[in-house]
């Protein structure tokens, strides 16, 4: 059984930061996509940030110079260094592993961002 842990979101000031931590239960980590995806209230969940396996990296334009995606695979872990946070990135942010056409998504963690 596959499972994602989240943690790291918590409630911050406008300008501020936030790292999530996303560490999976699997043995082929290394080799999986890893995705952030983040809902708002009312809103539909929306795609933040990729990393390939090859360590190559995508960023919705959003969020693209002030957060950066990561991975480390030996801790089967990935990350999101969220930098100059605005109140818009306030929402549940989820971790998404996918790996030869299976995809899994962690439990979400809460990010608040106060002007």
């Known amino acids: 059984q596959v499972q994602l842990m989240e943690s790291g979101g918590g409630l911050v000031q406008a300008g501020g930061s936030l790292r999530l931590s996303c560490t999976a239960s699997?043995?082929?980590?290394?080799?999986?996509?890893l995705d952030w995806h983040r809902q708002a209230p009312g809103k539909q969940r929306e795609w933040v940030a990729t990393i390939h396996k090859g360590a190559t990296t995508d960023y919705a334009d959003s969020v693209r110079g002030r957060f950066t995606i990561s991975r480390d695979n030996d801790k089967t872990t990935g990350y999101l260094q969220m930098n100059n946070l605005k109140p818009e990135d306030t929402g549940a942010y989820y971790c998404v592993l996918a790996q030869g056409g299976d995809i899994y998504w962690g439990q979400g963690t809460q990010v608040t961002v106060s002007s």
């Open positions: 699997v043995s082929w980590f290394s080799i999986a996509e």
